[in-house]
């Protein structure tokens, strides 16, 4: 009887093509399914996409919006890299991958020649960050991510000495197989004072939703509604996540970039260097 068992276990997992590697991942416990018959048709680039008729009163702040359109980045704007951190090992952030090419952002992998790069990372990628810092707003990017073992990334954060959060509006790694259909996102606290929660020990609040697409193969739009009372995420006009705003009141820098990160399985692979992460825009509005 146990031979059967384990025949029919072999069997069920042959059919599944499942690997030993695919059996450690942990699972993906799904919140919810993204409903695309929900998705959103923009009528105006003057309002969010999930707010077409602003009803909410938005106003686009141009000064601080970017539509790639110049032949270089507006260094007025970005940082072209990070000038706080080199890149989370093996991956390292270098400007060489950051570039605007017909209208878009487009981050690359492994342009940096022969530089040499730093003890311990063997390969490298690019990052954008806002020289701006907001509190509140709505965010919004149109953007196709990376379609090779990197996550694209479309985040804010600020660390200070005593108070440093995170919002990951887009945090996905759709170019690994088994990430194609997950949607993820995470609202971090690493530290705070005391008028601010007195958080000592970092926490999170991560959230995995299965999109009906690859999500790799198609331009989306990524939204992030953020109040003092709550923080909304958005893709393609639908709203798929909303939580109650108890600590993320810390101004926050706007971050576009690619980067190794094991917890996805994305890590570098040689065959799959021409991986590109476009962005077609990003869009800042403030409440009137």
Request: proline fraction near 5%; glycine fraction near 6%; charge should be negative.
């Amino acid at each position: 009887m146990v031979k059967n068992i384990g025949f029919c276990l072999v069997l069920i997992f042959s059919s599944l093509n499942i690997s030993a590697q695919d059996l450690t991942m942990p699972p993906k416990n799904y919140e919810d399914s993204i409903n695309l018959a929900r998705v959103v048709h923009r009528l105006n680039d003057k309002f969010p996409l999930s707010d077409q008729a602003n009803e909410k009163n938005w106003n686009l702040i141009e000064k601080y919006s970017d539509e790639f359109e110049d032949d270089k980045l507006d260094e007025g704007r970005w940082y072209p890299n990070n000038p706080k951190w080199k890149g989370r090992a093996p991956t390292y952030f270098h400007g060489s991958n950051v570039n605007l090419e017909e209208g878009e952002l487009v981050i690359s992998v492994n342009k940096h020649g022969d530089t040499i790069l730093p003890e311990g990372y063997t390969h490298s990628t690019g990052f954008i960050k806002s020289k701006s810092k907001f509190l509140y707003g709505y965010f919004e990017a149109e953007a196709k991510l990376m379609d090779a073992p990197w996550v694209s990334g479309f985040w804010m954060t600020n660390v200070d000495k005593d108070w440093w959060t995170e919002i990951d509006i887009c945090e996905n790694a759709p170019g690994v197989k088994y990430n194609r259909h997950d949607l993820n996102s995470n609202l971090h606290v690493f530290r705070s004072p005391p008028e601010q929660g007195d958080v000592k020990e970092h926490f999170s609040r991560t959230k995995k939703y299965y999109f009906p697409e690859e999500l790799q193969k198609d331009y989306h739009v990524w939204g992030l509604e953020w109040t003092p009372e709550h923080i909304r995420f958005y893709i393609d006009g639908i709203l798929f996540r909303e939580a109650e705003n108890t600590h993320w009141h810390q101004p926050l820098e706007v971050n576009f970039n690619c980067e190794s990160n094991k917890w996805f399985g994305a890590l570098p692979d040689d065959k799959r260097l021409d991986g590109e992460y476009h962005v077609k825009y990003f869009r800042i509005w403030k409440m009137e």
